[in-house]
């Protein structure tokens, strides 16, 4: 036999589920032993030779405080919505994080601009421009500074 068809029979074999039924094992008083299916007859031994288990009995499990057999397309909705939670929450710690970079980008360049020196200008309520003196420039430094060491965590 070629080894890709003895590849193919082991896993025939190993994927047959195995059969399993009960087997009673019948002497008779003259000593005769006869294997069958059925119980034996009143009058002889019985041994059962191999026996299937239970069938389940749903409402006794229900009892039991066992689970309700499980719906397939239950079990696929639950995983479809927590995947699509699990997306979203991806989606809007991403969202955070690109925020956060860009707050701390400008705090950093705040930072450098007060860090420059020279003179620094604002512009007021009615639009006219005025410059920052010493003690303005450094409250401005220390809010930029601030600013960065929170954003730039």
């Known amino acids: ?34 294997y069958s299916q059925t119980p034996c007859p009143a009058g002889q031994s019985a041994k059962v030779i191999r026996a299937t ?13 066992g689970k309700p057999p499980a719906n397939p397309d239950q079990e696929f909705r639950k995983r479809q919505k927590d995947r699509e939670d699990a997306e979203k929450k991806a989606n809007e710690q991403s969202a955070d994080a690109s925020r956060r970079q860009e707050q701390c980008q400008r705090a950093r360049e705040q930072v450098a601009q007060y860090e420059l020196g ?17 003690g303005q420039i450094a409250q401005g430094k220390a809010r930029a500074q601030a600013s960065a060491a929170e954003w730039c965590k």
Do not use: H, W
Request: aromatic letters at 6%.
């Open 1 to 34: 036999m070629n080894k890709p068809g003895l590849i193919l029979f082991a896993a025939a074999l190993l994927a047959a589920p195995p059969a399993s039924a009960q087997v009673y094992k019948c002497t008779d008083a003259s000593g005769k032993t006869v």
């Open 53 to 65: 288990p239970p069938p389940v009995d749903e409402a006794a499990a229900k009892k039991a405080g």
């Open 118 to 134: 020279g003179r620094i200008s604002g512009v007021n309520e009615k639009g006219e421009r005025y410059f920052l003196d010493e």
